[in-house]
Every structure is written in structure tokens, then in C-alpha cells.
């Protein structure tokens, strides 16, 4: 089946400690983005990728890291830098070729730093 | 600052009715609409997307969009319970792959 997958589904950390969640799609699907979700909150997107091995930040970008080695992986590091990094994070692609834009997400991955 | 708003809700109706959520947006070259649902500790799941003025129509769900007053719906038709969720509306601005969020809207359908 093709889809979006993201691990782990839920994610504990001590503070100070970078930790990398993981995004694989098999969709074929040449850009990925990140967003985190804080609760009540609205998507906000972290950093976003139109092809391997190029990616531009989002609108809150400080903090995180990230990589397009391949097509297929869009892996996000969650640095000890980031303040307030207990959120639900998403994973979503999209396809060049429709031109409408329109993005399918993973199921997510909640991190929580304590 | 490019936005798109949505009244946070919850919007309540009862079985069987008309759900109608609203989306505005700013920016006036915006090229293409979503709206997605959105499950309690789930990930958005894409509903519709529109581009054209006018009317589209997926089994219960319309999309409507009106350039020209910068506003696009979603119709729920025959609400059932397991429509009860958050409502996004998103909008891309046409020149990059990046879109535009809004809050999203709550809906709970009432048996």
C-alpha cells in the first residue's frame, strides 16, 4: 500500500537531548514538509522540501534540523535548542504534477520532553 | 501577512442536517482550496480541494468558492456523528509548494 509512514507514533525524551523523528513515503511524491501541532493550535510548518538534497525553512525553523538525502526520507531532528519541543509532529507530500498543491500526511509522531 | 480564518466553532448541528463550515482567505491570487478533517489526535486527512468558482461536489461534501468575495465553504449534507471532528481549511498561494492554514473549525454532529 502506498501512504506516508512516520515512527515512533509516540516519543519521550529528557530535555537536552536531540532526538530525530522519522518520515518515508512511497507515493513517489517529490516534495515533503514538517509541521508541528500544539493543541487548540493551527499547523505550523517547520521546514519543507521541493527536491533531494535541498530544503527551505518554514515559518519556525529554529531548533530543528533536517535532511533530503533521498527522495523517499524527510527525517526532522528535534536539537536541544528548541525550547518548547513537546508537540505533535506531522509528516506530508505532495506531487509536482497535479499543480493544485494538495498535501497527505503520516499519522504523526507525539513527542514529549520532560 | 497572508491569512486564512475560520470561525473556531464547535458548530453543533443535529443528525441528518446541512453542516455549512467558512473559510476566508487574504491574499487574492490564491490559486487552489482544501479543506481537510481532522480527528482528536489525528493527522489531517484531505476532504476536497477546489480551484474554479463555483460548485463541486463529492458524495455529502460541496465545496463552494467565490474569488471575488474571498471566501470558500464546505457543505456537509445528512451530518452523521462520525463527521464530528476539526474542519481545515487551506489555501495555496499558486507560486510554491507551501500553504496557507487556517485554525480549523470544530464540528459536533449530535445523534
Known amino acids: 500500500d502506498g501512504g506516508i509512514t512516520q515512527s515512533p507514533k509516540y516519543l519521550f525524551r529528557k530535555e537536552g537531548q536531540n532526538v530525530t523523528l522519522s518520515c518515508e513515503q512511497n507515493?513517489?511524491?517529490?516534495?515533503m514538509y514538517w509541521y508541528r501541532q500544539d493543541p487548540g493550535q493551527g499547523l505550523r510548518l517547520i521546514y519543507y522540501?521541493?527536491?533531494?538534497?535541498?530544503?527551505q525553512k518554514g515559518d519556525i525553523a529554529e531548533g530543528y534540523s533536517v535532511s533530503r538525502e533521498k527522495k523517499e526520507s524527510f527525517p526532522l531532528t528535534v536539537t536541544s535548542a528548541q525550547k518548547n519541543p513537546t508537540a505533535f509532529y506531522l509528516c506530508?507530500?505532495?506531487?509536482?504534477?497535479?499543480?493544485?498543491?494538495?498535501?497527505?500526511f503520516g499519522p504523526g509522531t507525539r513527542l514529549t520532553v520532560t | 501577512q497572508k491569512e486564512v480564518e475560520q470561525n473556531s466553532g464547535p458548530l453543533s448541528v443535529p443528525e441528518g442536517a446541512i453542516a455549512s463550515l467558512n473559510c476566508t482567505y487574504s491574499?487574492?491570487?490564491?490559486?487552489?482550496f482544501f479543506w481537510y478533517r481532522q480527528y482528536s489526535g489525528k493527522s489531517p486527512e484531505l476532504i476536497m480541494f477546489?480551484?474554479s468558482n463555483g460548485d463541486k461536489e463529492d458524495g455529502r461534501f460541496t465545496a463552494q468558492l467565490n474569488k471575488a468575495s474571498q471566501y470558500v465553504s464546505l457543505l456537509i449534507r445528512d451530518s452523521q456523528p462520525s463527521d464530528s471532528a476539526t474542519y481545515l481549511c487551506?489555501?495555496?498561494?499558486?507560486?510554491?509548494?507551501?500553504?496557507?492554514w487556517g485554525l480549523g473549525t470544530s464540528l459536533a454532529v449530535n445523534p
Open positions: 506530508a507530500s505532495s506531487i509536482k504534477g497535479t499543480g493544485f498543491y494538495e498535501q497527505y
Open positions: 491574499d487574492r491570487g490564491s490559486q487552489s
Open positions: 522540501s521541493q527536491i533531494v538534497n535541498d530544503f
Open positions: 477546489i480551484y
Open positions: 487551506a489555501v495555496s498561494p499558486g507560486n510554491n509548494r507551501k500553504l496557507i
Open positions: 507515493l513517489n511524491h517529490d516534495a
